[in-house]
């Protein structure tokens, strides 16, 4: 297509998968990147497949709707509705 206004030309995205040697590398890992890779390889006489389960795992993200219930002299009593645990639950 044609060029953005100004007649620049927008660099390629980056390449977030690559394979060097028997390595799969993803780059920029993002929760939406989760999920099972497999990998398959044949010949003319034998096939074989395998797959890895890819996590990410983060902080939990910020607590919502934080409120005070209680305050004593020397306690307070708090709720709040957890946030997204990223995969990283808080115990």
Known sequence: GPPPQGGRQ???PPRRYSLTG???T???VD???QGTFSCRAWTLL???EAEAQLRVVGRPGPVREL???EVGERQVRLTWTPGDEHNS???
């Open 10 to 12: 927008r660099p390629p």
């Open 67 to 69: 409120q005070v219930l």
């Open 31 to 33: 929760y939406a990147d």
């Open 46 to 48: 034998d096939a074989v």
């Open 89 to 91: 639950p808080v115990e």
């Open 22 to 24: 028997d390595a799969l």
């Open 26 to 28: 993803v780059a920029g």
